[in-house]
């Protein structure tokens, strides 16, 4: 099983559509968690970190279920400009403290 | 401030040479990364430096090697380029190694090796 799983997509969703993409992960002792942005053939950006009460930051809400170990992205009122891959990240708690990234969900926002 | 900065943005290379990619960060940030992305498996850590005078190795580190400079430049070195190192090349920062501190990336380097 790999580290850090994510659906590739691409999720297609009309402009003013809520969408939820899902990330799971293997290692049940990770201690934090984040979603970056990836825009095609640019860098990743940070999104937004995911803490255990949830976060939210405008129209993006990121939430974490220790229990079934995923953590979740929903989007809302969906924008063109959302359009991008959704990168998931894992640190763990052993070792050195170590990105471990999904593969990334894609997402289009169709006019 | 221009973040990250990475060159060069492109390159070819033949199998066999060897080369240089550059990494500078201007956040006086102390831990930097290099990255490697491939289609279907998301980026893969090749050496890191949680400081300066340190670097370790990551996931994927045979074929390449490091140098941390100073505490702003990461240098990632491939002496001997091979098809399998085509890919698309990314360095980070962060202001230390610690879980909660972002990562920054630079705008990466595209590597082809024919």
């Known amino acids: 099983r790999k580290e850090v799983e994510q659906d590739p997509g691409p999720f297609n969703v009309p402009e003013g559509a809520t969408v939820a993409f899902n990330c799971t992960y293997s290692?049940?002792?990770?201690?934090?968690f984040f979603w970056y942005r990836q825009d095609c053939r640019k860098e990743p950006k940070l999104l937004m970190s995911v803490y255990s009460s949830g976060n939210e930051d405008g129209r993006f809400t990121a939430q974490l279920n220790r229990a079934s170990q995923y953590i979740s992205l929903l989007i809302r009122d969906s924008k063109l400009s959302d359009s991008a891959t959704y990168l998931c990240v894992v640190i763990p708690t052993s070792g050195t403290y170590k990105y471990i990234f999904g593969t990334g969900t894609r997402l289009k926002v169709l006019a | 401030n221009a973040g990250v900065t990475q060159t060069p943005k492109f390159q070819v290379l033949k199998t066999g040479q060897s080369m240089t990619l550059q990494c500078a960060q201007d956040m006086n940030h102390n831990s930097m990364y290099w990255y490697r992305q491939d289609p279907g498996m998301g980026l893969r850590l090749i050496y890191y430096?949680?400081?300066?005078?340190?670097?370790d190795k990551g996931e994927v580190p045979n074929g390449y090697n490091v140098s941390r400079l100073n505490k702003r430049e990461f240098s990632l070195r491939l002496e001997s380029a091979a098809p399998s190192q085509t890919s698309v090349y990314f360095c980070?920062?962060?202001?230390?190694?610690?879980?909660?501190?972002?990562?920054?990336f630079g705008p990466g380097t595209r590597l082809t090796v024919t």
């Open positions: 980070a920062s962060s202001e230390d190694d610690r879980p909660y501190y972002e990562q920054y």
């Open positions: 290692n049940s002792a990770s201690q934090s």
């Open positions: 430096s949680a400081s300066e005078g340190t670097t």
